[in-house]
């Protein structure tokens, strides 16, 4: 019999529970992130994957990359709200508010509606995550603009920061976490 859902269609496995593997990749996980919320407490269950995602999803925590919290909120927001995955979505839209985005311009973002910022980074980083999420064409003037404000290192924060946020949006869409899911304690 299948173990009943714990964190949306998703039955967690509890740490008690779990194969050698899989806490090997949970311990190592929480020491490289922190409390596991959101995805992770999914991708845990598969070992290998954890171990690479952990450190990956770490490169985006506040002060290891190269946006500022504005300029992650951004992307993400619009990425999370291109999938429509309820949990991270929800999750963004608050974020953006306390990191200082108005209101009306999260909700331009989660509804796909025109947006514009007076900082020249935050423009570049809403018209990339627009053009890519929309799977359009980098124009050169996009290009340009983007290489003059962020540099390669912003711009490939805020690509990788997108494929990583579509990945979580759709684990989290697929096993339909809604908005505020707790799931287990482990």
Same mark, same amino acid.
């Given at each position: 019999?299948?173990?009943?859902?714990?964190?949306? #269609?998703? @039955?967690?496995?509890?740490? *008690?529970?779990?194969?050698?593997?899989?806490?090997?990749?949970?311990? $190592?996980?929480?020491?490289?992130?922190?409390?596991?919320?959101?995805?992770?407490?999914?991708?845990? *269950?598969?070992?290998?994957?954890?171990?690479?995602?952990?450190? $990956?999803?770490?490169?985006?925590?506040?002060?290891?990359?190269?946006? /500022?919290?504005?300029?992650?909120?951004?992307?993400?927001?619009?990425?999370?709200?291109?999938?429509?995955?309820?949990?991270?979505?929800? @999750?963004?839209? #608050? #974020?953006?508010?306390?990191?200082?985005?108005?209101?009306?311009?999260?909700?331009?973002?989660?509804?796909?509606?025109?947006?514009?910022?007076?900082?020249?980074?935050?423009?570049?980083?809403?018209?990339?995550?627009?053009?890519?999420?929309?799977?359009?064409?980098?124009?050169?003037?996009?290009?340009?603009?983007?290489?003059? @404000?962020?540099?390669?290192?912003?711009?490939?924060?805020?690509?990788?920061?997108?494929?990583?946020?579509?990945?979580?949006?759709? /684990?989290?869409? $697929?096993?339909?976490?809604?908005?505020?899911?707790?799931?287990?304690?482990?």
């Amino acid at each position: 019999m299948a173990e009943a859902p714990t964190f949306g #269609r998703y @039955a967690e496995t509890p740490y *008690d529970r779990m194969t050698p593997e899989q806490r090997e990749s949970y311990d $190592f996980a929480v020491e490289t992130r922190g409390p596991l919320g959101g995805p992770n407490k999914i991708w845990v *269950d598969n070992p290998k994957l954890a171990k690479v995602a952990a450190p $990956f999803g770490g490169h985006f925590q506040k002060g290891n990359y190269s946006l /500022t919290e504005r300029e992650r909120e951004i992307a993400v927001i619009i990425i999370n709200s291109k999938w429509r995955s309820a949990y991270p979505t929800a @999750a963004h839209e #608050r #974020r953006g508010k306390e990191v200082g985005l108005p209101a009306a311009t999260v909700e331009a973002l989660l509804s796909g509606l025109p947006a514009s910022f007076g900082d020249a980074r935050e423009q570049v980083v809403y018209e990339m995550a627009i053009c890519l999420s929309n799977s359009r064409w980098v124009s050169q003037g996009l290009y340009d603009r983007a290489v003059a @404000a962020l540099g390669h290192v912003g711009i490939t924060d805020v690509i990788t920061l997108m494929g990583h946020y579509t990945s979580v949006s759709m /684990t989290l869409a $697929f096993y339909d976490v809604p908005a505020g899911a707790q799931g287990l304690q482990r």
